[in-house]
């Protein structure tokens, strides 16, 4: 006896389907086209590392490693964990593939899957996608504002203006302890108060305060020590001339120095690009600098910078401005009889080797039907062949949107139409 099971998509996982792909593909395109002219070449790390390398890199006690890792022991009993993000995996490359004995700064991107195990809502998924940047080498500022720069030209070439970019400088491992006991000493005597996270964040890293969303936590929060007014000088320096930069290149943008990125990797420079369009979850890009991972992980000091970006979210806000059409068949062959059926396959794939998109009819079908799908399909040309038009080797065609019609001979096709009839 056989018996049916049926299966849905895991929670906070979902398929992404036709037209949406289209919006997509669009973005992806893009990306690959204003990132390559900026000297990005893309790399393709696996989805699964060595736990190690996110615990390490984007730190114990943050939310993605204590509670949204999806971690497994594989069959010879490592810990093995479905990538949370790309930044750890792109340094390990760069690190393995002993790329920085190439000219530096290196620049890279990436796109792919994410997982992380959190509660799915409107713009957050448990295995969503992003595309990223890291380019490696550079500590300048210049840099700085070069990626900031590439993402905006690639958020305005989808049509994206009234993004908000947010910068910050969360300081180096000589001013952030300053900063750190500073940010304690606001908060001691009270930290009871704080929210259970936020308990264990005043010893372990007291900045992951300033991102809690627990209303008791934001309150308490007003009047605490901002991080900009506790940067070292060489810090200072870099963050001033960065906005001067980011001035002077037209990007408009508000310093946040409550921005605390969720990833312990971050020295310096931290961003967020926000849309008022998507709710609570609001950032469409992310990123910042990361001057010391490369050393962390065996490779020399090194200095980087880099970006995400949340293709869902940005998905959502192409949607919401209905910017991207799906595409449509150019031409579709509806053929009468079995003779125009095998002649309707060769002109298809004769049409095809142009890189156009061509439907056939269902064989056997009556004209009536194909002409329906046809219209379905909201194809630009119907071409119709029979009997006659295989012996006098032309083709009937009709264009769907105003019913313009006629004849012409099948061998001028389809470039005839295409140049205009
Ligand atoms: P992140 O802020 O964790 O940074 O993620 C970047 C972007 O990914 C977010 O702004 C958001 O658009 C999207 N995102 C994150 N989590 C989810 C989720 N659960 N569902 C949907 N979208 C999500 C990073 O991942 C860093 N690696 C960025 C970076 C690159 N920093 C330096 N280089």
Same mark, same amino acid.
């Given at each position: 006896?056989?018996?049916?099971?049926?299966?849905?998509?895991?929670?906070?996982?979902?398929?992404?389907?036709?037209?949406?792909?289209?919006?997509?593909?669009?973005?992806?395109?893009?990306?690959?086209?204003?990132?390559? *002219?900026? %000297?990005?070449?893309?790399? =393709? $790390?696996?989805?699964? #590392? /060595?736990?190690?390398? !996110?615990?390490?890199?984007?730190?114990?006690?943050?939310?993605?490693?204590?509670?949204?890792?999806?971690?497994?022991?594989?069959?010879?009993?490592?810990?093995?964990?479905?990538?949370?993000?790309?930044?750890?995996?792109?340094?390990?490359?760069?690190?393995?593939?002993?790329?920085?004995?190439?000219?530096?700064?290196?620049?890279?991107?990436?796109?792919?899957?994410?997982?992380?195990?959190?509660?799915?809502?409107?713009?957050?998924?448990?295995?969503?996608?992003?595309?990223?940047?890291?380019?490696?080498?550079?500590?300048?500022?210049?840099?700085?504002?070069?990626?900031?720069?590439?993402?905006?030209?690639?958020?305005?070439?989808?049509?994206?203006?009234?993004?908000?970019?947010?910068?910050? *400088?969360? %300081?180096?491992?000589?001013? =952030? $302890?300053?900063?750190? #006991? /500073?940010?304690?000493? !606001?908060?001691?005597?009270?930290?009871?108060?704080?929210?259970?996270?936020?308990?264990?964040?005043?010893?372990?890293?007291?900045?992951?305060?300033?991102?809690?969303?627990?209303?008791?936590?934001?309150?308490?929060?007003?009047?605490?020590?901002?991080?900009?007014?506790?940067?070292?000088?060489?810090?200072?320096?870099?963050?001033?001339?960065?906005?001067?930069?980011?001035?002077?290149?037209?990007?408009?943008?508000?310093?946040?120095?409550?921005?605390?990125?969720?990833?312990?990797?971050?020295?310096?420079?931290?961003?967020?690009?926000?849309?008022?369009?998507?709710?609570?979850?609001?950032?469409?890009?992310?990123?910042?600098?990361?001057?010391?991972?490369?050393?962390?992980?065996?490779?020399?000091?090194?200095?980087?910078?880099?970006?995400?970006?949340?293709?869902?979210?940005?998905?959502?806000?192409?949607?919401?401005?209905?910017?991207?059409?799906?595409?449509?068949?150019?031409?579709?062959?509806?053929?009468?009889?079995?003779?125009?059926?095998?002649?309707?396959?060769?002109?298809?794939?004769?049409?095809?080797?142009?890189?156009?998109?061509?439907?056939?009819?269902?064989?056997?079908?009556?004209?009536?039907?194909?002409?329906?799908?046809?219209?379905?399909?909201?194809?630009?040309?119907?071409?119709?062949?029979?009997?006659?038009?295989?012996?006098?080797?032309?083709?009937?065609?009709?264009?769907?949107?105003?019913?313009?019609?006629?004849?012409?001979?099948?061998?001028?096709?389809?470039?005839?139409?295409?140049?205009?009839?």
């Amino acid at each position: 006896m056989s018996s049916t099971e049926r299966y849905q998509a895991l929670k906070g996982m979902r398929d992404i389907l036709p037209p949406d792909i289209y919006v997509w593909q669009s973005v992806e395109g893009a990306a690959r086209e204003i990132f390559t *002219s900026y %000297g990005f070449q893309e790399v =393709r $790390p696996p989805v699964v #590392e /060595a736990t190690g390398l !996110f615990t390490r890199s984007i730190g114990e006690n943050t939310d993605i490693v204590e509670k949204e890792m999806y971690t497994f022991q594989d069959k010879a009993g490592r810990s093995i964990s479905l990538r949370p993000e790309g930044t750890a995996s792109v340094v390990r490359c760069y690190v393995e593939n002993h790329l920085h004995t190439l000219p530096s700064p290196q620049k890279f991107y990436y796109s792919g899957p994410m997982f992380r195990y959190e509660r799915p809502q409107s713009g957050r998924f448990r295995q969503f996608y992003q595309i990223g940047v890291e380019a490696f080498g550079s500590p300048h500022p210049e840099m700085d504002a070069e990626v900031l720069s590439m993402l905006r030209h690639f958020l305005a070439r989808l049509g994206l203006r009234s993004l908000h970019f947010q910068v910050n *400088s969360i %300081g180096c491992e000589d001013c =952030r $302890p300053v900063y750190k #006991e /500073a940010l304690r000493s !606001f908060f001691s005597g009270r930290v009871g108060d704080l929210c259970g996270d936020c308990g264990r964040r005043y010893d372990q890293n007291p900045l992951r305060i300033l991102d809690c969303k627990v209303e008791r936590c934001i309150e308490m929060r007003a009047g605490a020590p901002r991080v900009t007014d506790y940067l070292c000088g060489g810090c200072k320096t870099h963050f001033e001339r960065l906005l001067s930069l980011l001035g002077g290149l037209g990007i408009s943008f508000s310093v946040n120095p409550d921005m605390v990125r969720g990833l312990d990797y971050y020295t310096r420079t931290t961003f967020e690009v926000t849309s008022e369009n998507l709710g609570a979850q609001n950032a469409v890009a992310a990123g910042g600098r990361y001057d010391r991972l490369v050393k962390e992980f065996g490779g020399p000091d090194t200095p980087a910078i880099g970006f995400a970006i949340g293709m869902e979210r940005l998905v959502e806000l192409l949607k919401q401005s209905a910017q991207i059409a799906a595409p449509v068949p150019e031409i579709f062959i509806a053929a009468i009889g079995e003779r125009a059926g095998h002649e309707g396959l060769l002109l298809a794939d004769r049409i095809r080797g142009k890189g156009l998109w061509v439907e056939t009819g269902e064989a056997g079908s009556s004209l009536k039907s194909q002409m329906r799908r046809a219209d379905r399909l909201s194809a630009k040309y119907v071409f119709i062949l029979g009997d006659d038009e295989i012996d006098s080797g032309t083709v009937k065609w009709k264009r769907l949107a105003d019913s313009a019609h006629g004849e012409a001979p099948m061998a001028a096709m389809p470039d005839l139409l295409l140049k205009g009839p």
